[in-house]
């Protein structure tokens, strides 16, 4: 069974600093997708950016990034130029392309920005 | 404007009394998701559907039921047998797998109180 691991329960970031969230997930299969989402305090789940694994160049959403490494099974998630409003909760999560609906999602990372 | 809709965004109600949450969704999504996120906790999956009149168990459905009557309806009910009800909860909706990379679509979530 697939898992998704985040290692960090908790991070903090300077404002205008950059910051790495770490995700790291375990799966036999070759072809999937990967997300991160965000959770601010409205917790409102908001999709931040995926990557889809057969496709080597990391995605990236304006000032979110990912570093997606296939083999080491890692998919972190870079903030550049961190502004307060993106205090929230972050959750990394998989999906695979076969037959299953379901998601697996990480523990989440808190992550504090500091004025 | 496409998206997914909660109601009510609180609710109380009393132990031992049944309670149902509504989700509904207007972007033509076959999948549908219910999820339960505790203070501080990542998300657990109770239910899930992949078509109308058809639903399966998720990582935590004891206490919950579902219904898939209508394509856009989803809506999750919190019996009296379930032991722990006060959460967060989330619905959920996507494409199906195979249809292309299928984030998931997220509701504002309702809050439960069970006194």
């Known amino acids: 069974a697939q898992t998704v691991t985040q290692s960090q329960p908790e991070m903090s970031v300077q404002e205008a600093e950059t910051v790495t969230l770490s995700c790291t997930y375990d799966?036999?299969?070759?072809?999937?997708?990967l997300f991160w989402y965000k959770q601010p305090p409205s917790r409102q789940m908001i999709l931040v950016i995926r990557q889809e694994a057969y496709k080597q160049q990391n995605a990236t959403e304006n000032r979110f990034s990912v570093n997606f490494q296939k083999a080491a099974k890692s998919f972190s998630l870079k903030i550049s130029d961190s502004q307060l409003g993106d205090a929230a909760m972050y959750f990394c999560a998989y999906r695979s392309t076969s037959g299953t609906y379901k998601y697996i999602f990480g523990t989440g990372t808190r992550l504090k920005v500091l004025a | 404007d496409g998206g997914i809709t909660q109601s009510p965004k609180y609710l109380f109600r009393k132990e031992g009394q049944n309670v149902t949450l509504s989700c509904e969704q207007n972007?033509?999504?076959?999948?549908m998701y219910w999820y339960r996120q505790d203070p501080g906790q990542g998300l657990r999956l109770i239910y899930y559907s992949q078509i109308v009149n058809d639903f399966q168990k998720g990582d935590i459905a004891e206490g919950y039921s579902v219904s898939r009557e209508k394509k856009e309806s989803f809506p999750l009910t919190v019996t009296s047998a379930q032991k722990n009800p006060t959460a967060f909860y989330l619905c959920?909706?996507?494409?199906?797998?195979?249809?292309?990379?299928?984030?998931?679509?997220f509701g504002p979530g309702t809050r439960l109180t069970v006194t």
């Open positions: 959920a909706s996507s494409i199906a797998p195979g249809q292309g990379v299928g984030e998931q679509y």
């Open positions: 799966t036999s299969e070759s072809d999937y997708y």
């Open positions: 972007l033509n999504h076959d999948a």
